[in-house]
């Protein structure tokens, strides 16, 4: 079975500064998608980036960048100029297929103003 | 474009009781898949129906169920409620085909057993 596996359950930053948080997956596939997904105290899970598998080129979505290494089976998210709105949880998640998400445990980020 | 709308965002109910939980799509999105969020378990799939059939299904016991009704509006629903299905229940919507890459989530209900 897929696992996703996020190692800092917290992490904190300077406001305007940078902040990279890890990702690794365990997948015998060779065709998925990678996502993070952002979930403030509303709860509600929104989309930041998301990867295709058979594409080298690295995502990027304004100041959320990813470092995606397949063989590694890395997938980190970089944030630049942090802002205070960037607070929130942030899920790392993997498909392959259908339409099942299958989540790290997520990371914990604090913006210090 | 609407969003995707769960319904009730709050619930509390008694052990034993059983309670149905409901979610609406975006418009055209024909994928409705279910998820609890603990925090003990983190976020974890219960199923997904797509064109009202059920396509995937995780690893939950039979007290959870689902159904989709032709307007793609889902339901899920709880028998026999015990302590520990105290949780977030999020869905998510997306059109549902295989090269369908992203999946929007609701606000949520908030599930407390007492």
């Known amino acids: 079975a897929q696992t996703v596996t996020q190692s800092q359950p917290e992490m904190s930053v300077q406001e305007a500064e940078t902040v990279t948080l890890s990702c690794t997956y365990d997948?015998?596939?060779?065709?998925?998608?990678l996502f993070w997904y952002k979930q403030p105290p509303s709860r509600q899970m929104i989309l930041v980036i998301r990867?295709?598998?058979?594409?080298?080129q690295n995502a990027t979505e304004n100041r959320f960048s990813v470092n995606f290494q397949k063989a590694a089976k890395s997938f980190s998210l970089k944030i630049s100029d942090s802002q205070l709105g960037d607070a929130a949880m942030y899920f790392c998640?993997?498909?392959?297929?259908?339409?099942?998400?299958?989540f790290g445990q997520g990371t914990r980020l604090t913006i210090n103003p | 474009k609407a969003g995707v709308t769960q319904t009730p965002r709050y619930l509390i109910k008694t052990r034993g009781q059983q309670v149905t939980l409901s979610c609406s799509p975006i418009?055209?999105?024909?994928?409705v898949s279910w998820y609890q969020q603990t925090p003990g378990q983190g976020l974890q799939f219960l199923f997904e129906y797509f064109s009202e059939t059920q396509r995937n299904k995780g690893n939950f016991p039979g007290r959870f169920s689902g159904r989709q009704f032709s307007n793609s509006r889902s339901e899920m629903n709880v028998s026999t409620l015990e302590l520990g299905d105290s949780a977030l229940y999020l869905c998510a919507s997306s059109w549902g085909g295989k090269d369908s890459t992203e999946a929007f989530f609701g606000q949520g209900t908030r599930l407390t057993v007492v």
């Open positions: 418009s055209g999105h024909r994928s």
């Open positions: 990867q295709e598998a058979y594409k080298q």
């Open positions: 997948t015998s596939e060779s065709d998925y998608y």
């Open positions: 998640a993997y498909r392959q297929g259908a339409q099942k998400l299958v």
